[in-house]
């Protein structure tokens, strides 16, 4: 049995379809992602806190949901909306299909309506607040909910998902808990990280210990790390001091009285921006998706990459003595990368872990244990 669903945003666009998932009323920023595949890493991603998603892809949920595809324990985006809902699973590895999946995590979906017709609205008015209701029917309340719902601009949604304490992490890319030998040992504060990181940071050969975003410089450097990553995760990154404050301490006061090399990814970007003095601001319509060429500026290589942000460091705010730009959106030109020029620290605003996606850019892995493998000679 159907159930009607509504689907209204603060320009006053409503868009009327069929209830999946969980029943009830939802808000958020409604985003697009334009990946044709991965729909359950998108779902369990934490850097979609506060938003509702759109998928450009026509027919979402034909390969199911299985837990080795999970990005993290949860679902944290507030809706999900496709086009078309497959209601047969074909794939060895499903365990659920998503509606059941969705309505088990509380998250309601829409479909029916026209995506195509919300993604061109999204990139000529840029991001947009909005309601998706199973309760509420008049299009005018609906509406004005939409306008009144919070804005992601300074709101500090890393507290919502990041770990409630420290735990270390032994699964590697393919699935397992084997024992790899530990040369690395790596410290990753947790803004809303993915699995995905974690998995290639153990591939590497590392012990990784994930802390809370709040975890203060000091007992981070009790931990003797090599390495420090900084991950991604949700929203706007200035009210985030907490994370701000222990990088700007960790670079220029560090406690083990050296710079600990750091790789930060998306979030992990903004923060180390931040603390070198930058500024951020909020983009029109967000990088969303597996497919934004981005380019080398030392090599000319072009990387097609995996992107989930609605924030950027703003280029020309960095201190130009200390940072030397690496990276750029071929799309927009926005700044994706940057290394500090005297400290081993650099960081990107794309996903290079992928899951899922295409990986050209799981090199940038490679390079933090280079940097690690500098700084372990240096503590012998």
């Keep these: 049995m159907t159930q009607r669903a509504i689907l209204a945003m603060e320009d006053g666009s409503v868009f009327e379809g069929t209830a999946f998932g969980a029943a009830g009323e939802c808000?958020?920023?409604?985003?697009?992602?334009?990946?044709?595949?991965?729909?359950?890493?998108?779902?369990?991603?934490?850097?979609?806190?506060?938003?509702?998603?759109?998928?450009?892809?026509?027919?979402i949920g034909n390969y199911g949901v299985n837990a080795a595809d999970a990005e993290s324990k949860g679902l944290w985006l507030s809706g999900f909306i496709v086009r078309e809902l497959s209601r047969i699973t074909s794939n060895f590895r499903s365990e659920k299909d998503l509606d059941t999946y969705l309505r088990e995590n509380g998250v309601m979906g829409i479909e029916g309506i026209d995506t195509r017709e919300i993604t061109k609205k999204l990139r000529t008015k840029g991001a947009l607040r909005g309601v998706i209701s199973t309760e509420e029917t008049n299009h005018a309340t609906l509406v004005k909910q939409a306008k009144n719902s919070p804005s992601l601009e300074g709101r500090n949604l890393v507290r919502e998902v990041t770990a409630?304490?420290?735990?270390?992490?032994t699964q590697g890319l393919d699935g397992t808990s084997d024992v790899v030998e530990e040369k690395y040992n790596i410290v990753m504060m947790d803004a809303g990280a993915k699995y995905g990181i974690m998995r290639c940071l153990r591939s590497l050969g590392a012990k990784v210990t994930v802390v809370p975003f709040d975890?203060?410089?000091?007992?981070?450097?009790?931990?003797?790390?090599?390495?420090?990553?900084l991950s991604n995760g949700p929203g706007d990154p200035e009210p985030v001091t907490e994370v701000i404050q222990t990088v700007r301490e960790l670079m220029f006061n560090p406690?083990?009285?050296?710079?600990i090399p750091m790789f930060g990814i998306c979030l992990g970007q903004q923060m180390i921006g931040l603390a070198l003095g930058g500024k951020t601001y909020k983009l029109k319509f967000g990088h969303h998706g597996g497919n934004q060429p981005v380019k080398d500026l030392r090599t000319g290589q072009v990387a097609i990459t995996v992107q989930n942000h609605g924030f950027c460091v703003d280029m020309d705010s960095l201190p130009a003595d200390d940072v030397q730009v690496t990276h750029i959106n071929l799309?927009?030109?926005?700044?994706e990368g940057f290394e500090h020029k005297k400290f081993p620290v650099f960081c990107v605003?794309?996903?290079?872990?992928a899951s899922p996606g295409p990986h050209d850019a799981r090199y940038l892995f490679k390079r933090f244990a280079s940097l690690m493998d500098e700084y372990r000679k240096t503590k012998l």
């Design 331 to 335: 799309n927009d030109n926005t700044l």
């Design 349 to 353: 605003q794309y996903h290079p872990e």
């Design 164 to 169: 409630g304490e420290v735990f270390s992490w």
């Design 215 to 229: 975890t203060p410089a000091k007992e981070i450097a009790a931990m003797n790390p090599d390495g420090i990553m």
């Design 27 to 59: 808000s958020g920023e409604v985003v697009f992602n334009t990946s044709m595949t991965g729909y359950q890493e998108v779902l369990t991603d934490p850097s979609y806190r506060g938003q509702i998603v759109a998928m450009t892809y026509p027919l």
């Design 255 to 259: 406690p083990a009285g050296k710079v």
